[in-house]
């Protein structure tokens, strides 16, 4: 039992026991009727009591009086008394509401008594003395429950509200205060609160909801906003109830709880639905676009190579075969940017940073776009305000990417005039820059046009009357480029002059090894005499043949290999200085391959095993360095591409060749 219910048993105890004394009983009990059975809660005795069992009810029901002594009870009363309370003469005291419960004395003699109106007096003053107490325990049991209650609103943040329309009066709770923001000693006025709901709806949706549940008695559950004292914007749910007395509305009561947070949560997840909705129609409109897209460069290589089969002019078959070509450049620069796209939108995106030639990177893309703007009569201008050899450290591949990305864009949009690129290095506080200028003199943009330039197949009036516009997703995949790089682009431009994309790229110095580099390590015509072992492995013999082809036009003679087992034993039979890697073939797979080539040491001082695979994605990129390539190649493999690797191995095999 709580102390605080054995507190109140002591003192009813002491009642009894004071009872006793005063009546010269052997013993008091306080007994607690209930529907189905009688307790004793307290008792005193002059004497050891006797055991008192828990009792069935008594013989009649509650709302009859109890009999004032034995000599008023009826037998099955006196029988009921002596059965359970060892009593045969005794006097009872008045019944006692508590709770559902009812509370009376007993007191019982030894010997038979009368009742005068001397022991009348004395149970009366006990009879007074037992409500005082049980009124006591009462008021202070409400006055707990409803601190409780206090603290259970504030725990929830749930106020109580109640209007009297009888009294014309409203009551709030403290918790409706505190969500309110207003001090503990406001008086709500039933004329001015509903001022405290936010103008327009909620003020208007509130007078509504009231108004019918006035007249109908329809309880009601609604989320609305108050402006708070303090001015602060408060979401709030309320639920209210209307008490209808022959049909007329007297009391209207119910709850309002702060719900900022859930409201907050809400909105948060509406705003990611319909994020969630705008790049699911985005994601469809990509893939309708992507598969008109597709159609028009696989129908040119098919039908020109289907063409070619019956041409037999040899000026014919070339010009199809040239229209062939470019349709695979088409369909190959499509993939990559769904490719790119979609490993970015995934978060499947990394950099991979490297000392390059930036010089040789920018030219070799000049070289790329010369015959594209020669066709279309423009001209293309560029400056590169660097040495030759100047190497950093970045992602050539993106920064390749970056560039070419908004070269095609300003070369396909530009009908007339030309296009400018220029390239520099400019320290800022420490921090190495690469600086790129894109600048073309097309039709210039709009305002509206340039907000949505970077989100993928929203082109705006700049593009929408350019036949074969693309899939609309190279600027989107600059601009994620650029992001990632923690770089920045800006964008000037004038409606009928033309349009310029400035770049700014934070970069890294390069190792003191590249940074050193010469003129003499260009590639001169005397290193192209130097020999070069080659192996180039793939299972397929049309890829075998293109590499094979591209290194001939520098008079290099590469071995071939079917698999990476045969490439581990020709490796091991011989030191190659370049090993072309297929990763995926048959019998032994080009990782594999290379982990044994470089475990076992086949590679000589400066060999390399460089990657050749159609799989492009960062960590496909990994792997391939983990395996232990130095390299890494996309199919279909480009000249330049090669061109660059041998420039590489050349270098060092020169360089080797002067410290000996």
């Known amino acids: ?46 004497q050891k009591p006797p055991s008192l069992p828990l009792m069935p009810p008594l013989p009649f029901a509650k709302s009859s009086p109890l009999p004032t002594s034995h000599e008023q009870a009826e037998p099955r009363f006196l029988h009921w008394a002596n059965l359970y309370l060892g009593a045969t003469s005794f006097v009872c005291g008045d019944i006692y509401a508590y709770g559902s419960y009812q509370v009376v004395f007993i007191f019982i003699f030894d010997t038979p008594i009368t009742y005068s109106s001397e022991l009348k007096d004395k149970l009366t003053l006990l009879n007074g003395w037992l409500k005082s107490l049980l009124i006591e325990v009462e008021y202070k049991d409400s006055f707990k429950n409803n601190l409780l209650f206090e603290k259970l609103q504030s725990v929830a943040n749930i106020g109580t509200w109640e209007v009297d329309l ?82 007329v509305c007297v009391r209207l009561f119910g709850t309002c709880q702060n719900v900022n947070k859930a409201m907050a949560l809400r909105l948060e997840l509406d705003e990611q639905r319909e994020a969630a909705v705008k790049a699911y129609n985005a994601r469809g409109e990509l893939l309708s676009r992507i598969s008109h897209e597709l159609r028009t460069p696989l129908n040119g290589i098919t039908g020109m190579l289907q063409a070619i089969r019956f041409e037999d002019r040899e000026h014919i078959r070339a010009r199809k075969t040239e229209l062939a070509l470019k349709s695979s450049d088409k369909l190959l620069s499509l993939i990559n940017d769904v490719l790119d796209y979609t490993d970015m939108s995934s978060g499947n995106f990394e950099l991979v940073t490297s000392d390059f030639c930036v010089r040789a990177l920018v030219e070799d893309l000049i070289d790329v776009f010369k015959p594209q703007c020669q066709e279309k009569g423009l001209r293309l201008y560029s400056g590169v305000t660097f040495p030759p050899n100047t190497y950093i450290h970045s992602d050539a591949a993106r920064i390749s990417q970056v560039l070419n990305n908004l070269m095609s864009n300003a070369v396909k949009y530009t009908a007339q005039g030309h296009i400018s690129v220029h390239v520099t290095l400019k320290d800022v506080a420490g921090v190495q820059h690469l600086l790129i200028s894109v600048e073309d003199s097309g039709k210039g943009m709009s305002e509206a046009t ?41 964008i000037t431009t004038e409606e009928g002059k033309g349009s310029c994309f400035d770049i700014v790229i934070p970069i890294e110095k390069p190792s003191a090894k590249k940074q050193e580099m010469s003129d003499t390590d260009s590639l001169p015509s005397t290193l192209l005499a130097l020999p070069l072992s080659i192996l180039v492995v793939d299972d397929n013999d049309i890829n075998r043949i293109v590499l094979s082809s591209m290194l001939e036009k520098f008079n290099f003679k590469a071995d071939e290999a079917q698999n990476g087992r045969i490439a581990v034993e020709m ?90």
């Open 1 to 46: 039992m709580a102390s605080e219910d054995t507190t109140k048993v002591a003192r009813i105890e002491q009642l009894l026991r004071c009872g006793c004394e005063s009546l010269n009983a052997s013993q008091g009990v306080a007994l607690c009727l209930a529907d189905d059975y009688t307790d004793v809660i307290a008792r005193a005795t002059l």
């Open 166 to 247: 009888l009294n014309n009066s409203l009551t709030w709770s403290s918790q409706t205060r505190v969500i309110h923001e207003v001090d503990e000693n406001f008086i709500p006025q039933l004329d001015t609160a509903i001022y405290f709901y936010k103008e327009g709806h909620d003020r208007d949706e509130i007078s509504r909801i009231v108004s019918t549940a006035i007249k109908t008695g329809e309880s009601w559950n609604a989320t609305l906003q108050l402006i708070s004292a303090k001015g602060n914007p408060v979401w709030i749910e309320t639920h209210g109830m209307a008490e209808m007395v022959d049909g």
């Open 450 to 490: 340039v907000k949505s330039l970077f989100v993928p197949l929203i082109h705006g009036d700049k593009f929408s009357s350019v036949e074969g516009s693309g899939s609309g997703l190279g600027l989107s995949i600059a601009k994620q480029i650029i992001d990632k790089m923690e770089g920045e682009l800006d």
């Open 571 to 660: 490796a091991k039979a011989k030191p190659y200085d370049i090993i072309f890697m297929d990763c995926s073939m048959p019998v032994l797979d080009g990782l594999s391959a290379t982990k044994i080539i470089v475990e076992e040491g086949y590679l000589p001082v400066n060999g390399r095993v460089i990657a050749v695979t159609a799989n492009t994605t960062d960590d496909d990129r990994q792997a391939c360095h983990k395996a232990g390539m130095a390299e890494f190649l996309a199919k279909p493999v480009e000249q330049t591409s090669v061109t660059n690797i041998l420039r590489q191995v050349l270098h060092n095999k020169a360089s080797a060749i002067r410290q000996h």
